[in-house]
């Protein structure tokens, strides 16, 4: 019942009583006829009247009555167990989902719990592989054979040695076949020229070139025919094949030839600048007779032979230091993958890590609720729609008997009254019972 309606009623109620007449007897009801919830409003209104009867209806006195008529309240409520439970059922079913959920969110945290630690796991793992793989590159040129590399162990330093010599006698070579040339085909002797001078001519580059294009391409390219040869009995060597000794055999045999056609047209060229008319005509049986015709076949053919081993043992160095280097490339591939691995598998660490710290987080305040619930079950649970209904009937009685038998002036009648509903909604702020929330239910903890 509103403010207005109690107002309302209780005016009637002073202009149709008159404060001199007398009471009229009162109307026996039938217990048995009303209702548990009748019964006991009517108590109230009958104990709102009698109180208002003994202050003479002081809306001061009426604030601490109402005080009283919650506890009697509060007191009632708790006696009743079974609407008690009614009440708390859903508070009840609450903590059991609650509970529930507790449970779930345990579960998921160890789970995390357990891919947080095989994740780390894992990290540590590929940690050690990555030690153990730059260990290795940084061992396997020293022990090859002993990551089943089929490698010799320091190709490289062979390597380099071998590359340093090949350099001077590539730089020899060169020199040797530019200056035989050029003396063999294009130079023209006199008499007071020696052997020496007569094969090696220092500026047999810059003449040849001098004389013509076709002179100083020929001496200029001549040395790489002799290289190209070479590098031909690397590639023959690398192969053991009947066909390829045989091609072998042919380009040594071949190299001998030119380099025996130009000690000829040197020594022919020689022979014919001191010969008298009583010597024959220069032959190969002559030529094989002379010491300068071998001298510049061996300064040219073995000089050749030792280029195209040291050539060999170069190449194959440089293949036995690529077998390790490919390996160092292998390994650090897997390095760097396992690096990506592992910057993945930190990142999930992460992602996991903030997952936990939220599940924990949604436990702590699950279980704060859990107390919640806990501490309202354990409570009395006061209904304040009921407790409304029920203390506006004890003010209704209390202005009832104000309006009966107050003899006093209506306006100051009327004043009375006002001053009893605002000591009435005093009190509903007070318990939490106000007209905004009549729902509300409000929690009194024994």
């Not at 209104?45 to 506890?71: M, P």
């Not at 010969?275 to 076949?297: H, M, R």
């Not at 660490?349 to 079950?377: D, F, H």
């Amino acid at each position: 019942m509103d403010t207005t309606s109690i107002k309302n009623l209780f005016k009637l109620k002073s202009v149709a009583i008159e404060p001199k007449q007398e009471q009229l007897p009162k109307v026996e009801i039938d217990s048995s006829e009303e209702s548990p919830e009748e019964s006991r409003k009517r108590t109230y209104h009958e104990s709102g009247y009698r109180d208002s009867s003994r202050t003479s209806g002081n809306h001061s006195t009426l604030s601490i009555c109402l005080d009283a008529v919650y506890s009697k309240f509060q007191n009632e409520e708790k006696e009743m167990v079974e609407k008690q439970q009614k009440l708390k059922e859903s508070y009840i079913n609450e903590q059991k989902n609650k509970e529930t959920e507790i449970k779930a969110l345990t579960v998921s945290q160890e789970t995390k719990e357990e891919q947080l630690k095989s994740k780390n796991s894992e990290v540590e793992i590929h940690q050690n592989q990555i030690e153990a793989l730059k260990a290795e590159i940084i061992d396997l040129p020293r022990n090859p054979e002993k990551y089943n590399v089929k490698a010799t162990r320091g190709a490289s330093a062979k390597f380099w040695i071998g590359s340093i010599l090949l350099l001077p006698i590539s730089l020899y070579l060169f020199t040797f076949y530019v200056s035989t040339s050029y003396s063999a085909f294009f130079k023209n002797f006199d008499a007071k020229s020696t052997v020496i001078q007569s094969v090696f001519d220092a500026q047999a580059f810059s003449k040849a070139w001098n004389e013509g294009l076709i002179e100083g391409a020929f001496v200029t390219l001549i040395p790489f025919v002799f290289l190209g040869l070479g590098f031909l009995i690397h590639m023959f060597g690398e192969n053991k094949s009947r066909a390829n000794h045989i091609k072998l055999g042919l380009l040594f045999i071949v190299t001998f030839i030119f380099d025996a056609i130009l000690a000829y047209e040197i020594e022919a060229r020689l022979y014919e600048l001191n010969k008298t008319f009583n010597s024959p005509e220069f032959d190969l049986q002559i030529a094989l007779t002379k010491n300068q015709f071998w001298g510049i076949i061996f300064a040219g053919f073995i000089v050749y032979i030792i280029w195209g081993l040291v050539f060999d043992f170069v190449m194959k160095e440089h293949r036995e230091k690529d077998k390790i280097r490919s390996e160092q490339e292998i390994r650090q591939k897997n390095v760097l993958s396992l690096l990506e691995k592992i910057n993945v598998l930190k990142k999930d660490i992460e992602e996991i890590l903030a997952s936990i710290g939220t599940t924990k987080e949604l436990t702590i305040k699950t279980r704060g609720r859990i107390e919640e619930l806990q501490n309202i079950i354990d409570g009395v649970i006061i209904p304040t729609k009921d407790y409304k209904l029920y203390a506006s009937e004890y003010v209704q009685g209390w202005i009832t008997f104000i309006g009966e038998k107050i003899a006093v002036s209506k306006t100051e009648k009327q004043t009375m009254i006002d001053s009893c509903i605002e000591t009435y909604n005093a009190n509903l702020e007070n318990v939490g019972a106000n007209s905004d929330n009549q729902n509300l239910v409000y929690l009194s903890s024994l």
